[in-house]
């Protein structure tokens, strides 16, 4: 699935758009390394994600094409949340 895909299914990021627009700034990697829009994104992925002065890194746990709200819970697990003060 596109991680711009997999962040709206999700609701890690509420618009699809909004998820373009922070891959095509390079807000937005998978293990690793920088995400287009298009990038693919599978189960066990590590995606860091910069948005304004937080940094989340999150594991995939299942990729669904769609989900309720309480499935898009289960879709991953915040494996650290910072606030930079910078």
């Given at each position: 699935?596109?991680i711009?895909?997999f962040?709206?299914v999700?609701?890690i990021i509420?618009?699809?758009?909004?998820?373009k627009?922070?891959c095509?700034?390079?807000?937005?990697?998978?293990?690793g390394?920088i995400a287009k829009?298009?990038?693919?994104?599978k189960e066990?992925?590590?995606?860091?994600l910069?948005?304004?002065?937080?940094t989340?890194?999150?594991?995939?746990?299942?990729?669904?094409?769609f989900?309720t709200?309480?499935q898009?819970?289960?879709m991953?697990?915040?494996?650290?949340?910072?606030?930079?003060?910078?």
């Amino acid at each position: 699935m596109r991680i711009d895909k997999f962040l709206k299914v999700s609701r890690i990021i509420k618009r699809r758009e909004t998820a373009k627009n922070l891959c095509d700034d390079g807000d937005i990697s998978i293990n690793g390394k920088i995400a287009k829009p298009m990038s693919e994104v599978k189960e066990g992925d590590i995606l860091v994600l910069q948005i304004g002065k937080n940094t989340i890194t999150a594991k995939i746990l299942q990729v669904k094409e769609f989900a309720t709200k309480d499935q898009a819970k289960a879709m991953y697990e915040i494996i650290d949340d910072q606030t930079s003060d910078a």
